[in-house]
Structures are given as C-alpha cells and as structure tokens.
C-alpha cells in the first residue's frame, strides 16, 4: 500500500501564500502521478493539480493556473503544491494523490488519498 499525509495548511489572507507538502510511503514513490484535489463545504471534491511519475507532465485547473505550481521530489518522495494570490474562493480541505499510469484530473482514476489539510483563505 501507498500512505500519503499532507502538511503546510493553514490561514491565510487575501494575496497570500502557502505551501503544502505531500509525503509518501509505502511502494516506490517515483512509480505514481501524483494528483492535488480540494473539497469545499458542501461541494464536490475538484481537481486542482497533477504531476507525472517523472516530474514532465503537469497540469492545473483553469482556476488555479499561474497562481499555483505543483512539484515532487522523487529522492524525498514528496509532493509539494506551491500556492500564491491565494483568493477566499481557494478556501477547501486540499488532499493528495497517487495513481500509476499518467496523470489525470480525474479523482476516481486515483488508487490512494492523504488524509486532508485544511486551507482557508480570509478576506
């Protein structure tokens, strides 16, 4: 199996930054995309960013690209989601993933999840 624990959430304001962290263990670490994903209050958990096993691949939500950057280090076997001009509307429990094959914006295609880290984002 593949453990995943997410740090580095907090409070924030307005145009503020955060950095969150992923750390894995378990299986080979560099063998999986790694996915970010969010869950606001009452709503869907949505996509928010994905990289591949090999760093080469990204992809971001439209509401996040340029704001956001996603990046692993394999040696570290972690997974980092840089987030800057952070807005009230980033306000979500943001969560970690793993899946093999290439990444993908879709979270049922991921086999493993952290545990959550809340964000909030204050006017």
């Known amino acids: 199996q593949v453990q995943l624990v997410e740090s580095g959430g907090g409070l924030v304001q307005t145009g503020g930054s955060l950095r969150l962290s992923c750390a894995a263990s378990g299986r080979t670490f560099s063998s999986y995309a790694m996915g970010w994903f969010r869950q606001a209050p009452g709503k869907e958990r949505v996509f928010v960013a994905a990289?591949?096993?090999?760093?080469?691949?990204?992809y971001y939500a439209d509401s996040v690209k340029g704001r956001f950057t996603v990046s692993r280090d394999n040696t570290r076997n972690t997974a980092d989601l840089q987030m800057t001009s952070l807005k009230p509307e980033d306000t979500a429990v943001y969560y970690c993933?793993?899946?093999?094959?290439?990444?993908?914006?879709?979270?049922?295609?991921?086999?493993?999840w952290g545990q959550g880290t809340q964000v909030t984002v204050s006017s």
């Open positions: 990289i591949g096993w090999r760093g080469g691949i990204v």
């Open positions: 993933a793993a899946k093999k094959g290439i990444p993908t914006s879709t979270g049922s295609e991921y086999d493993y």
